[in-house]
């Protein structure tokens, strides 16, 4: 009975040491290094998507309509060619005003394969914007841009 029992405390034992072979060179595991995790990201982080719209070449009539949250501003504008699409009114400062204006950039994406020219109202791009009433204090022009020129209304 008692060969079984020093056996049994043996194991115990030689059971007990194995988490320091973990850490050992005996470990074959540990033979190569530590695995260490690297990342493929840019230390500063993605930089964020970039516009690649165009403006559109001219601004051609612009309205501002009052509503009762705010205001809706409508711009249309004409383009080249046929084709141009995912056109936007895009807020400039973060649609904060400047110097008592809200400015709106009229940017489009051109088309992916050649198109015709074709008529002007073929060619005609129009675009609008929600304008909330608590953006609008303190403003008294609010200007939508182009390529080749601006357009603006006062309030």
Request: aromatic residues 4%.
């Amino acid at each position: 009975m008692q060969k079984p029992l020093i056996a049994a405390l043996a194991m115990v034992l030689v059971l007990g040491a194995c988490g320091s072979v973990r850490d050992s060179r005996l470990n074959p595991m540990n033979w190569f290094g530590r695995d260490s995790t690297e990342t493929l990201a840019p230390s500063g982080g993605w930089t964020t998507e970039v516009d690649r719209r165009a403006l559109v070449p001219v601004v051609t009539e612009m309205e501002l309509i009052q509503t009762t949250g705010g205001a809706l501003l409508r711009a249309s504008g004409v383009t080249q060619t046929q084709g141009w699409w995912d056109a936007e009114l895009r807020a400039v400062n973060d649609g904060r005003p400047l110097d008592g204006a809200l400015i709106y950039e009229f940017v489009l994406a051109a088309p992916r394969t050649q198109t015709a020219v074709s008529t002007e109202a073929s060619r005609t791009v129009t675009a609008g914007v929600k304008i909330p009433t608590p953006r609008l204090a303190g403003v008294q022009r609010v200007i939508v841009r182009g390529a080749g020129n601006q357009r603006s209304v006062q309030r």
